[in-house]
């Protein structure tokens, strides 16, 4: 193990499915130096910050190791929290502190090793050499694909919605739910039998989205609410789920993507 790796233990663990590298978030609490006690803090993240169990993070029943130099200590059962590098990187930004600036760069620089950590095949297997020519041949016309159709479809100011109901098929009236399951925006209003009004998660903020504040008047005067927008970041992104039919389709979607529609038409 590096020393960069021995800064906090990163372990892996199954989220939603996944095996997907993780933090024990006692181990993260206990390097930020956070002035609150652990259960208090995590709570208070996740109710925060909208993290979503079994999506971000999981609970993991284990015992407390008992404390050093008393003979009538016991272990006692604990609940910790396995949290995704994602989630990590987020609570550690939020803090504010060199510490967390330390942390978020350490996650960032393991996320690094473990992609670079990938063994390559060996180079001098033909099939494999063919197979590799297909695949960026494939993803080349796929990329020019995308950006032939952004250049048509985005324009600067617009929402995920409006990006969305330019796509042949997508169920908009389901986009910004889509885009909240994969943590990308949270329900600022958090009420029940009140309309949602979407925020962009901090980590996604001016990459991915921004968010601009709209006045509108109504019977009880004028109201202030955030609108999210779509930088082209966000729209690549969706662009990309769209092409692979998983953003949220109509019943009644004809299997055609925009650009095929067009060429038919044309």
């Not at 021995?6 to 002035?35: C, P, Y």
């Not at 050093?68 to 910790?80: E, L, M, T, V």
């Not at 930004?93 to 390559?120: H, P, S, W």
């Not at 903020?205 to 109201?223: P, S």
Request: glycine share 4%.
């Amino acid at each position: 193990m590096s020393k960069l790796q021995q800064l906090i233990a990163i372990e892996t663990n199954s989220i939603n499915g996944e095996t997907v590298q993780t933090v024990n978030a006692r181990d993260l609490h206990e390097f930020l130096k956070v002035g609150k006690d652990f259960t208090t803090w995590i709570k208070d993240r996740i109710s925060q910050y909208s993290f979503i169990e079994n999506q971000d993070y999981v609970i993991v029943d284990n015992l407390s190791s008992p404390k050093s130099g008393s003979a009538k200590s016991r272990q006692q059962p604990i609940k910790d929290y396995a949290i995704s590098i994602d989630m990590a990187k987020e609570l550690s930004m939020v803090e504010r502190n060199e510490k967390g600036k330390e942390a978020r760069q350490y996650f960032i620089q393991c996320e690094k090793q473990a992609k670079a950590a990938v063994a390559l095949p060996q180079l001098n297997d033909p099939s494999w050499l063919r197979g590799m020519l297909l695949n960026y041949t494939e993803q080349v016309e796929e990329l020019k694909q995308t950006v032939d159709s952004l250049e048509n479809l985005f324009q600067v100011g617009m929402t995920p919605v409006q990006f969305c109901k330019q796509l042949n098929g997508v169920n908009v009236m389901g986009v910004n739910l889509f885009l909240a399951e994969r943590n990308f925006l949270y329900d600022g209003q958090k009420e029940e039998n009140k309309p949602y009004e979407w925020r962009v998660k901090a980590y996604a903020r001016d990459k991915y989205f921004t968010e601009k504040v709209v006045t509108v008047n109504t019977e009880k005067g004028k109201k202030k609410f955030h609108e999210v927008i779509l930088l082209k970041e966000g729209a690549k992104w969706l662009y990309r789920h769209y092409l692979k039919g998983e953003l949220p389709m109509k019943k009644s979607w004809n299997k055609l993507f925009t650009h095929d529609k067009y060429s038919q038409v044309a």
